[in-house]
């Protein structure tokens, strides 16, 4: 397969921006921080420039303070809502990490997917078992279904595969990442009030909330 077939499917396929995943994860804090910084109505290379000055970030290069910047502000913009970035900016961290899970969502399918049709069904059904072969199911049948997914390579599935188990752990789905279970979680009302307010009702389940 040449680079520029690769391309083309990576061009058509709604998980494009997915491997992004192996770089910018959850990263709380950072959302965290960025989310105060939009506040104070900064424009994104403004907000850069001050991360970068004072160190916020606290990594090793320019480039990956912008990477990472960039990956913030897309994904808390993806929300649509200021009153959600207010939410993950000032509530406390529960409530923030929940909110920070939704942005995730919002800005990558590959999350959306997972939260829904993995988590989401487990809630659905009452069925509170889980553990890594969850994980690799959802992204073998990717595999199957997306052209562009089925050229990524084993170590990215992997690496894939233990950050959404590491998402999960950072919002208290699960107590580690060899928990054999997922725990009850209750959805904030800033966060339900936001969803609403995005006519994203769908993703309810992800949050084990049914109406």
Known sequence: MT???????????????SGSLTREQFLFFEMRTTAKLLMEELSEEEIFKRIYDENLFQFPTEKSIRLITTGCIRRLKAMNDDSLITALATQPT???????????????????????????????????SFGKKEANIFLMRLQEQDDYIATWSESTISKIRQILIKILVETEYLDNINTDHLNPVLLSRVLENGIRNNNDEIVFPAFNYFE
């Open 94 to 128: 529960d409530i923030a990490k929940q909110i920070c899970l939704y942005a995730m969502m919002k800005q990558s399918k590959l999350v959306w997917d997972f939260m829904l049709s993995v988590v989401g069904e487990k809630y659905r059904q009452k069925d509170m």
């Open 3 to 17: 680079l520029n077939s690769i391309t083309e499917i990576k061009r058509k396929s709604p998980y494009a921006g």
